[in-house]
């Protein structure tokens, strides 16, 4: 009799060791034909790749996974909007004795789709409008246009072109035109950015994912009112940049606000250059460890680090492209790029920085809150240390003393909430304990909302 599939994920079937639990690998079993309900333009090629591996199942667990693993291919294609799985016993003179006909009953996206929505960034929330036509050609193309405008006067436009790949490495491949502009009060100044870029996205193994970008941006800097920095002012102007960048992510993380166990390496490289008055070597590295504790508590830590450098004396870098440290979801207990070179009480950022964060994660001692939505509450206590400015040595001794020296630290406690499944607000007393001549340290209560946090 047909019925609606609802398995269980790949790790609770893999993991189900009761008695009485049935052994569906004990059942022969193969699937002799696959049916696609409810396609209107999208194409056959671009499904038939996605559906293909159910003809590998031998035995009805593999068959249950692979229902799994392609349904959840089919919905990464981003071009439908129900997709349901029907198995049946397979019928007629070609049918095999444990032959399955597996049925996916979908429903297409409209052609031409609009809304608003809202988008957290970094201390920063903007409201989006935006314009999406999925499945352009029928292999799930899509164009998508949108505006946006940010809290904190920001507003931005692009749009992007993306081409998803049906293989092992699911590669995806997009194109975008885009303009920013943004203030940084804290530095003295606000930025235009128009450009387009070409980027691939793939993935090398299971849970390693890579992004190849080419970005062209011509960038207009201005002072702001407040800024009475020379050293802001004379960097000020139009600038032509050209880059490829290069980003490499293992993320064996349990998940992305509140993991409880597992690492995360992100490696990031910039080469400026190739066209333009901009030319540097930018190289970012992070690490993330979680450990899962008794009682329910998670000791987190992160260290994260990032070195700029010019190539030749034809080209250099500005403002824009330093490195700054600071803020309520980097180095707590200081402002925004509140650590690090200052100039009439501007941020002058550096060309290497690195920092570093300890957390101790818990439940709410008195939760109001049941079931799943208490689960995003965790209070934490935290320590955090960094350090931002020039050090060039040729003596590594010499160049870890100097990283080390000078260093900012800083704890708290505080409330973290997590907000979707990406972002998450922190409320936190924080206590300065190391703070250097012009600094902009932050005791007591400091409030943060970002998707980026160390």
Not at 48 to 66: C, E, N, P, Y
Request: net charge neutral; glycine share 10%.
């Amino acid at each position: 009799m047909m019925g609606t599939v609802q398995a269980k994920s790949i790790d609770e079937v893999q993991g189900d060791s009761s008695s009485t639990a049935l052994r569906l690998q004990a059942i022969g079993a193969r699937v002799d034909r696959i049916h696609i309900d409810g396609l209107g333009r999208t194409k056959d090629d671009i499904v038939i790749s996605s559906v293909s591996d159910l003809f590998v199942a031998h035995d009805f667990k593999q068959v249950i996974l692979k229902v799994h693993e392609v349904r959840s291919r089919l919905e990464a294609l981003g071009i439908f909007k129900n997709i349901g799985v029907f198995i049946d016993v397979s019928r007629g003179p070609d049918s095999s004795p444990d032959g399955l006909e597996v049925t996916f009953q979908v429903q297409e996206l409209k052609r031409l789709s609009g809304g608003v929505s809202t988008l957290i960034g970094n201390n920063e929330g903007s409201l989006v409008l935006g314009v999406t036509a999925p499945n352009v050609a029928g292999r799930a193309e899509k164009i998508q246009a949108e505006y946006a405008h940010g809290s904190s006067k920001s507003s931005g436009f692009n749009v992007k072109f993306s081409k998803p790949f049906v293989n092992a490495a699911n590669p995806l491949l997009s194109a975008a035109v885009f303009q920013q502009n943004a203030e940084f009060p804290w530095s003295g100044f606000s930025e235009t950015d128009r450009g387009s870029l070409i980027e691939l996205a793939f993935e090398s193994a299971p849970k390693v994912r890579h992004q190849l970008r080419w970005e062209g941006v011509w960038r207009e800097l201005r002072t702001l009112t407040s800024a009475r920095s020379f050293a802001v002012r004379e960097e000020m102007g139009h600038s032509l940049k050209s880059s490829l960048q290069h980003t490499l992510q293992v993320d064996h993380r349990d998940g992305t606000v509140f993991p409880s166990k597992g690492l995360m390496f992100r490696i990031q490289q910039e080469f400026a250059g190739l066209g333009g008055d901009i030319g540097f070597l930018k190289n970012e590295a992070e690490l993330q460890a979680n450990f899962k504790l008794p009682f329910e508590c998670v000791l987190q830590g992160t260290v994260t680090g990032g070195v700029i450098q010019c190539l030749n004396n034809d080209k250099a870098y500005n403002i824009s492209d330093r490195f700054f440290l600071g803020g309520p979801m980097t180095l707590r207990g200081f402002e925004m790029r509140g650590a690090g070179p200052h100039d009439e009480g501007c941020a002058l950022g550096s060309d290497t920085y690195w920092t570093g964060a300890l957390h101790l994660y818990t439940p709410l001692p008195f939760n109001p809150f049941q079931g799943e939505f208490a689960n995003r509450f965790r209070m934490h206590l935290f320590m955090n240390a960094g350090n931002i400015g020039v050090f060039h040595s040729g003596d590594y001794q010499q160049l870890i003393q100097n990283l080390w020296e000078k260093r900012r630290w800083s704890a708290g406690l505080g409330l973290v909430v997590q907000v979707g499944q990406i972002a998450r607000i922190e409320v936190n007393y924080c206590l300065p304990m190391t703070v250097h001549q012009g600094d902009r340290a932050c005791q007591g209560l400091q409030f943060g909302i970002g998707v980026s946090y160390i």
